[in-house]
């Protein structure tokens, strides 16, 4: 026997490690896992490891918990998250199954429970906490067979849910919380259990032992909970990204890790708009002393935040700054007498009588206006106009929304104020409802109008570390920035192409405006970049995003294949590229356009059972690829997400087996694997776990020769974010490929290989002062680019006429087209204005011109390129 195995480890520490939904989602994250809780147990630790459940699992059992009386949809529901946890059994290589299958059968039967028709809250939390039931059983069958002995912990027999006072009955079965202390008992009652133990986060009981939920982000919570009761020497949150940062990095890519930070402090972020920590799981570690660190599940080397008790004794500072969206702000004017007696006793008692919890306020002689934050409230709007109604007995009511809140979080905010005054200066143009700091005095919030608030919080952090409000440069609080930890590479700094052709895009616009015009040196400096990867053996461009025979040529001469999806995109393709470079992949076709892109030797993609059942002879004896609904979507917008049984493409996966049943009665070989999860996305592991999912998949089929795992690849439509890390894509796509070297790997982009090279040039008709607002209307809208209307989507747009001069007035920039969302761009700062000036609007080289019209009859923008 070894030391550590003889000398029992009696009073060996506790060590609670939580996991979240994208870290248990993949054979390799597990593999991760196993890694971290073998090297704590190696040092002599006791391990309790904490998970969500399956990235998408928990949505899915939210919409099951939300199907009352459509007992169809439930069952839906639970087939697809009963096959999502059968492709993750055979993804681990697990044999056993007898555990998964008695939480399945749970799962079948909740679905059909008699208690969904009338939505019982004790049932929706029974269906809610699956989720974590059932990855924590994957996990602790998973950890073992890899010889790390784990043992199932059932987190309900731990953590007793207590009523909050004015609890309502919704926060009591959904959003429950659990008084902690150190237990001693209990920790060593686990110690004779076992060293390694896995839990469910997200989970308690109540004192009627029903099982109860802890809210969202309840995971962290648990871990929190865990922490406490077992007195641990550390909890540690694994997540995405190293640590809470000095602002968000997806937006700031400036923002500098916070190293260390007190229990307050990180509260304080965590609460006002850091997604990184639920701000529910400081209070017990605190309460118990219990240090808390954020680490990279994939950077461990990096330390992360560490929070603890001890103030930095450093000069006071902004340590950061978060924004909070969809707030609702309700102002109540007294209609009594100034300075009435008992106003605010009269108005509070509304609130409390619904249940909403009031966050900032701020208050005169005759009105007080305060801030709901739906993170803490379920505030929709039956509980919005019923509190409206009753206000209404003692006050005028206004309610404002959506707004944003941003909040400059920092130990002694009131010594800093007078720092601030160039940070203060950037609210200058927009209106600002309501500014409150907080009592003890660790922030100072600011409320505005949500469409307002776009680019604010990149710009009060740049201001900030150049006023030194943030003293960025304190080794004890800060670390480096999220930039050069992780996109030292993959920032953009050069100068877009359209700024070193000013001149050239100024006559082409005097020609003629409305108009597309695309540089063909980008379009092929981007299909290089793709080239230049080494794991994807075969790329397809998907001609959707931009069809100009010009941009099409270049693509193609780079060796792309064509991605398309309609008898009109096969013509212009087939003109271009050889036919075996030719991919179908429509949705819902008619019969006649499969039979004709099989004819012309395309390759052909179905993702439903129909095409088979109905028309099998049309197939007979050819190869066809098929595309599958990995259950979850992605992207920059709901509507461009493209999984789930929300959306309509992809076969379901509990319809695989029926589908190969068909394929062999009608000879059709399936020779590919297709999924493609929604567009946008700059998360590279989205790649991994798709390409690992669909090749753990393939292992059911005899003849799968190439996995396609889509296109998505996102370019982000601010300056200051950050790029898609290629680089990091192909690392991990090669990663998974060593563990499938038999399948081709193919990918079939779109936006990204054109979205940057094109702009759309308009021309300033008339301009427009309403109100607070000034309106640019220029000569095309909706009808050429409806990325904004449609998608919320954000293009940059400058003034090219009036390039580097000061920008000092906000607009609106406006279509000519007769529907309010005709809008451009809204909230831009730019040179005034004239009639005559050319606007131009960046990165519309994807799904611009494609997905133009005629709408009122106005022509679109024609296209050009340079
Ligand atoms: N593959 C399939 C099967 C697709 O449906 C799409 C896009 C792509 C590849 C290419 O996706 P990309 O790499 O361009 O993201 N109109 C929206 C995007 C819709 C994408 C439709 N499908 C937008 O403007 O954001």
Same mark, same amino acid.
Not at 574 to 588: D, G, K, Y
Not at 623 to 632: K, S
Not at 663 to 668: F, G, K, L, T, W
Not at 736 to 748: G, N, R, S, T, V
């Given at each position: ?55 998408g699992i928990t949505d899915k059992l ?198 260390r930070l007190d229990y307050e402090e ?302 009109g995109e096969l013509d212009i393709a ?16 008619? #019969?006649? %356009?499969?039979?004709?892109? +099989? *004819? $012309?030797?395309?390759? /052909?993609?179905?993702?439903? @059972? =129909? ?43 509990? #319809?695989? %087996?029926?589908?190969?049943? +068909? *394929? $062999?009665?009608?000879? /059709?070989?399936?020779?590919? @694997? =297709? ?45 200051? %974010?950050?790029?898609?890390? +290629? ?62 209307? +449609? ?76």
């Amino acid at each position: 026997m070894n030391s550590l195995d003889s000398a029992p480890r009696a009073h060996a520490g506790w060590i609670v490690i939580k996991f979240g939904g994208t870290s248990v989602s993949t054979r390799p994250r597990w593999d991760t896992i196993c890694r971290i809780a073998r090297d704590w147990h190696a040092q002599g630790k006791r391990v309790l490891i904490v998970v969500s459940a399956l990235s998408g699992i928990t949505d899915k059992l939210k919409a099951v918990a939300e199907a009352a009386g459509d007992r169809v949809r439930r069952e839906a529901l639970q087939v697809e998250i009963h096959a999502r946890h059968e492709a993750m059994f055979t993804e681990l290589g697990l044999a056993d199954r007898a555990t998964l299958d008695y939480w399945l059968s749970r799962l079948a039967a909740l679905a059909v429970d008699a208690r969904a028709e009338t939505s019982q809250l004790a049932w929706q939390a029974e269906v809610l906490a699956l989720g974590e039931q059932l990855s924590s059983t994957l996990g602790q069958a998973y950890l073992s067979a890899q010889g790390l002995a784990t043992r199932w912990l059932d987190a309900r027999e731990h953590l007793l849910a207590q009523a909050l006072p004015n609890q309502n009955a919704w926060g009591c079965y959904l959003s429950a919380s659990v008084p902690t202390a150190p237990d001693a008992a209990l920790a060593a009652a686990l110690a004779k259990q076992g060293e390694v133990f896995i839990t469910q986060g997200f989970m308690a009981r109540n004192t009627a032992g029903e099982t109860v939920i802890l809210g969202r982000g309840g995971s962290d919570t648990s871990a929190a909970y865990f922490g406490a009761l077992l007195k641990a020497e550390k909890v540690e949150i694994w997540t995405d990204v190293a640590g809470m940062f000095s602002a968000n990095p997806r937006i700031v890519p400036a923002a500098r890790l916070l190293s260390r930070l007190d229990y307050e402090e990180a509260q304080e972020i965590a609460t006002t708009g850091a997604k990184v920590l639920h701000p529910r799981c400081l209070n017990p570690v605190r309460e118990a002393s219990v240090p808390l660190a954020v680490r990279d599940t994939n950077r461990p080397e990096l330390a992360g935040t560490e929070i603890g008790a001890s103030v930095a004794a450093a000069a006071p500072s902004v340590k950061a700054v978060s924004e909070r969206r969809g707030i609702t702000l309700i102002s109540m004017e007294s209609i009594g007498m100034w300075q009435q007696v008992g106003f605010l006793a009269d108005v509070f008692e509304r609130f409390k009588r619904h249940g909403l919890s009031i966050d900032l306020i701020s208050s005169a002689e005759t009105n007080v206006t305060v801030s709901l934050d739906p993170s803490e409230n379920l505030v929709n709007s039956d509980v919005l106009s019923a509190l409206a109604a009753d206000l209404a007995e003692v006050c005028r009511v206004k309610v404002i929304a959506p707004c944003t809140a941003v909040t400059l979080v920092g130990r002694g905010m009131r010594s800093l104020l007078p720092r601030l005054a160039g940070v203060l200066a950037e609210f200058d143009l927009l209106r600002v409802h309501l500014v409150s700091q907080s009592s003890n005095n660790l922030n100072l919030t600011i409320v505005v109008d949500e469409a307002a608030a776009t680019g604010l919080v990149p710009t009060l952090h740049a201001a900030l570390i150049k006023t030194e409000a943030l003293r960025a440069e304190d080794p004890a609080v800060f670390g480096p920035a999220w930039s050069e930890l992780y996109a030292a590479a993959t920032h953009n700094t050069e100068p877009p192409w359209w700024l070193t052709r000013r001149e050239e895009l100024l006559e082409l616009g005097a020609q003629a405006t409305p108009r597309y015009v695309y540089d063909l040196a980008t379009v092929r400096e981007r299909a290089r970049r793709l080239r230049a990867l080494s794991a994807p053996d075969r790329w397809f461009y998907a001609l959707k995003a931009n069809s100009q025979r010009d941009v099409l040529q270049v693509i193609a001469a780079q060796g792309f294949g064509l991605e398309c999806v309609s008898p009109g995109e096969l013509d212009i393709a087939a003109e271009l590229v050889p036919a075996e470079r030719l991919l179908f992949t429509p949705n819902f076709a008619a #019969q006649p %356009e499969y039979a004709a892109a +099989l *004819a $012309r030797g395309a390759r /052909v993609t179905l993702d439903n @059972l =129909h095409p088979l059942q109905h028309w099998g002879e049309t197939f007979r004896g050819h190869e066809v690829i098929l595309r599958v609904d990995l259950g979850a979507g992605r992207g920059h917008h709901d509507k461009v997400r493209t999984g789930g049984a929300g959306s309509k493409f992809g076969l379901s996966l509990d #319809q695989i %087996e029926e589908f190969r049943q +068909l *394929a $062999r009665r009608h000879d /059709v070989a399936v020779i590919g @694997l =297709h999924a493609h999860l929604g567009s946008g996305i700059l998360d590279v592991g989205h790649w991994r776990e798709v390409y690992s999912q669909l090749a753990a998949l393939a292992q059911r089929f005899t003849r799968i020769e190439a996995i396609n795992i889509g296109g998505g690849l996102g370019v982000p439509s601010r300056a200051d %974010e950050a790029q898609l890390d +290629l680089d990091a894509l192909d690392a991990c796509l090669a990663e998974i490929k060593q563990a499938y070297p038999q399948f081709q790997l193919w990918m079939e982009p779109g936006r990204y290989l054109v979205a940057e090279a094109g702009v759309l040039l308009a021309r300033v008709n008339q301009v427009k002062r309403k109100g607070e607002y000034c309106y640019a209307g220029v000569d095309t809208g909706m009808n050429s680019l409806i990325r904004p209307a +449609l998608y919320d989507a954000w293009h940059e747009i400058v003034n090219l006429s009036r390039y580097g001069e000061p920008a000092d007035t906000l607009y609106q920039i406006v279509g000519p087209i007769c529907e309010s969302g005709d809008v451009l761009g809204s909230n831009r700062r730019l040179p005034e204005c004239r009639e005559g000036d050319l606007l131009l609007i960046a990165q519309a080289g994807a799904y611009g011109a494609t997905m133009a019209s005629q709408y009122n009859l106005r022509i679109p923008a024609g296209e050009s390129v340079v």
